[in-house]
């Protein structure tokens, strides 16, 4: 009785820890992007919660190396649009960062780079 009881208890100890870790995911589509105008870049991004009633808050930022040159604070339900301009140098690189809070949940940053020439 012994020698089933233990593969018992541990199939039912992992599903459970299975289960409860799936549920507590949050997902959504975040997608950073960056382009560049003769001296001048626009910075956009594009939020869909998984659920249409989710708060979604936004930082957004343009860091030209270790120097945050530019930061945006956007907030909405559902789905967030962003789209903002900032005065750049030819020839440098330029890295867009997002950081999201969904529904009081931080997602890990987004994040791209691009080269103004």
């Not at 659920?51 to 930061?71: F, Q, R, S, V």
């Not at 140098?89 to 867009?96: I, P, S, V």
Request: aromatic residues 10%.
């Amino acid at each position: 009785m012994k020698k089933r009881i233990f593969p018992i208890l541990l199939i039912f100890l992992m599903v459970l820890s299975t289960t409860a870790y799936a549920a507590s995911q949050r997902v959504a589509q975040i997608v950073p992007s960056i382009s560049f105008n003769g001296t001048t870049a626009t910075c956009t991004v594009f939020i869909a919660a998984d659920y249409a009633t989710d708060d979604i808050d936004a930082t957004i930022k343009l860091w030209h190396g270790n120097e945050c040159i530019k930061t945006w604070e956007r907030s909405s339900v559902g789905t967030l649009t962003f789209s903002g301009d900032a005065k750049v140098t030819k020839g440098e690189t330029y890295k867009l960062t997002v950081d999201v809070t969904l529904d009081g949940d931080d997602l890990p940053r987004f994040s791209v780079e691009g080269t103004c020439k």
